[in-house]
């Protein structure tokens, strides 16, 4: 374990440094680091082949062609991000000169859009199959969802990330959005029983098909 963590960290020193100072030669890497060369290609032969990294020769009027190592815009999603003390500036903005209720209007646009963009693939699906669309859906927005069945008909959604957290918590209506969203694009009725917004491990949708009425009774 002391050396995957050891080698973990030399990995993620390279990947700030060429963040830092830009590309960089193995010799360069290997001084400010206080390693070897043949530790340092190591490293950057494994971040190349994960796409992190990538090589490019510079020709010199002398001596050998010099190889410069940098990274790919993949890298940049291992750095830490602070956009939503953006978004939430942005927010506190149009509230302070619009209103609240217009911060209200954005996430409704939003549910909006998202409801004319997946309505479509949820046509003429049975509830089950809608289920797992959405989960697949909101996976690849990076909500790590799942999805389960229960014995009664009814099923559960379970998100154990939630991108828009720290919105979430300032902006309640992010989350009254979501469920709206949800039920539009399920056909069925909701109740959410835990937010990460409000503290909860993940946020938990148990869901129960809507009652038919038959109008010729």
């Given at each position: 374990m002391k050396n995957a963590q050891e080698s973990g960290s030399t990995r993620q020193m390279i990947m700030t440094l060429l963040k830092m100072k830009g590309p960089q030669p193995i010799a360069a890497l290997a001084g400010q680091l206080g390693i070897t060369e043949m530790g340092?290609?190591?490293?950057?032969?494994?971040l190349e082949r994960e796409g992190l990294a990538r090589t490019k020769v510079v020709r010199q009027a002398m001596g050998r062609p010099l190889h410069l190592y940098s990274l790919t815009d993949r890298a940049d999603d291992?750095?830490?991000?602070?956009?939503?003390h953006l978004t939430l500036d942005l927010l506190r903005e149009l509230e302070l000169s619009s209103g609240r209720e217009a911060v209200h209007g954005l996430f409704e646009g939003r549910r909006r859009r998202l409801l004319a963009q997946y309505a479509p693939t949820m046509e003429r699906r049975t509830l089950e199959e809608r289920v797992a669309e959405l989960t697949r859906v909101?996976?690849?927005?990076?909500?790590?969802?799942?999805?389960?069945?229960?014995?009664?008909?009814?099923?559960e959604i379970r998100e154990y990330n939630c991108p828009i957290r720290q919105v979430?918590?300032?902006?309640?209506?992010?989350?009254q959005c979501e469920q709206h969203l949800f039920e539009e694009l399920?056909?069925?009725?909701?109740?959410?029983?835990?937010?990460?917004?409000?503290?909860?491990?993940?946020?938990?949708?148990?869901?129960?098909?809507?009652?038919?009425?038959?109008p010729e009774q």
């Open positions: 340092v290609r190591r490293h950057l032969l494994t291992y750095f830490p991000k602070n956009y939503h909101q996976n690849a927005g990076g909500y790590m969802a799942e999805w389960s069945a229960g014995e009664d008909g009814t099923y979430a918590v300032q902006y309640g209506k992010a989350c399920l056909d069925a009725n909701l109740s959410r029983t835990e937010c990460m917004a409000e503290g909860g491990h993940c946020c938990h949708y148990t869901i129960r098909p809507r009652t038919r009425t038959n």
